[in-house]
C-alpha cells in the first residue's frame, strides 16, 4: 500500500508569490490533515478534511492560505501571497476513520520564502 | 522502513494504570518529540527531548531517550480516560532539515 505523498519535496520562492502544495492520502483514508512546522518549533495543526468538507480549520493563520480537496481524494494548500513567516515544513496525514485513529504522515513540503 | 516507529500499535489499560509506549529511529537526530492527537483534532506537542539529554518529565509525563539504542519512551502515569487518544513520536534531523513521524500508538483507557 502506498503511503501518503506530498508534492513537491522542496519549494523556493519570493515573498509575494504563490505556491501550491499537493497532499496525496492512503486510498481510502477520508481524514486527511494539514500541518506546519515553522523553523525549529512544534507542529501546527492547520486543518482537517473529511472526505471533501472542512471538518475543522481552526489552525489556519490567516487568509492567504486556501486549502481544498475536491472529490475528497488529493487536497492542496494554496499560500498567496507568500509572506517571510511561511517558512517551514507542511505536513500532511490521513487516517480512515475517527475510530482507527492512527494517522499516516507523509515526508512533508519544506518551503523557503525569500 | 518507517523512521519515527511507535510500539505497541494499541494499547488498553484501565484507569489509574501506567502506560508506556516506545519509539525507534534510524538516523541521528537532533531532538525527539512527542505528540498527542485526539479523535478528530490536530496534533498537541507533549514534550520534547534533546539528543543529549536522558529523561524529561512534565506532569504526568516521563520520556526518556536513549540514543545509543535509538530509542525513546513515553509513560504517563496514573492514567485516566481523558488520556485515551493517539500517540506520536517525530524525529528531527537538523543535517538533514528532516522530520519524520512514527504511525503512532493508540491509547485506551478504560474507566
Known amino acids: 500500500e502506498a503511503g501518503v505523498t506530498q508534492f513537491p519535496s522542496h519549494s523556493v520562492i519570493e515573498k509575494g508569490q504563490t505556491v501550491t502544495l499537493r497532499c496525496d492520502p492512503i486510498?481510502?483514508?477520508?481524514?486527511l490533515y494539514w500541518y506546519r512546522r515553522v523553523m525549529g518549533k512544534e507542529i501546527k495543526f492547520l486543518l482537517h478534511?473529511?472526505?471533501?468538507?472542512?471538518?475543522?480549520e481552526s489552525g489556519m493563520p490567516n487568509n492567504r492560505f486556501l486549502a481544498e480537496r475536491t472529490g475528497g481524494t488529493y487536497s492542496t494548500l494554496k499560500v498567496q501571497p507568500a509572506e517571510l513567516e511561511d517558512s517551514g515544513v507542511y505536513f500532511c496525514?490521513?487516517?480512515?476513520?475517527?475510530?482507527?485513529?492512527?494517522?499516516?504522515f507523509g515526508p512533508g513540503t519544506r518551503l523557503l520564502v525569500l | 522502513s518507517q523512521q519515527g516507529e511507535e510500539d505497541p500499535q494499541a494499547l488498553s489499560i484501565q484507569e489509574g494504570e501506567n502506560a508506556t509506549m516506545n519509539c525507534s529511529y534510524k538516523?541521528?537526530?537532533?531532538?525527539l518529540q512527542w505528540y498527542r492527537q485526539n479523535s478528530g483534532r490536530g496534533l498537541v506537542h507533549l514534550i520534547l527531548?534533546?539528543?543529549?539529554?536522558r529523561e524529561k518529565h512534565s506532569g504526568r509525563l516521563r520520556v526518556t531517550l536513549d540514543t545509543s539504542k535509538k530509542s525513546s519512551s513515553l509513560l504517563i502515569t496514573a492514567s485516566r480516560a481523558a488520556d485515551t487518544a493517539s500517540y506520536f513520536c517525530?524525529?528531527?534531523?537538523?543535517?538533514?532539515?528532516?522530520?519524520?513521524f512514527g504511525a503512532g500508538t493508540r491509547l485506551t483507557v478504560k474507566p
Open positions: 496525514a490521513s487516517s480512515r476513520t475517527l475510530v482507527q485513529e492512527t494517522q499516516y
Open positions: 486510498s481510502g483514508h477520508d481524514n
Open positions: 478534511f473529511v472526505k471533501e468538507s472542512k471538518q475543522d
Open positions: 538516523t541521528s537526530i537532533n531532538n
Open positions: 527531548i534533546r539528543s543529549n539529554e
Open positions: 517525530a524525529t528531527d534531523d537538523y543535517n538533514n532539515n528532516d522530520m519524520r
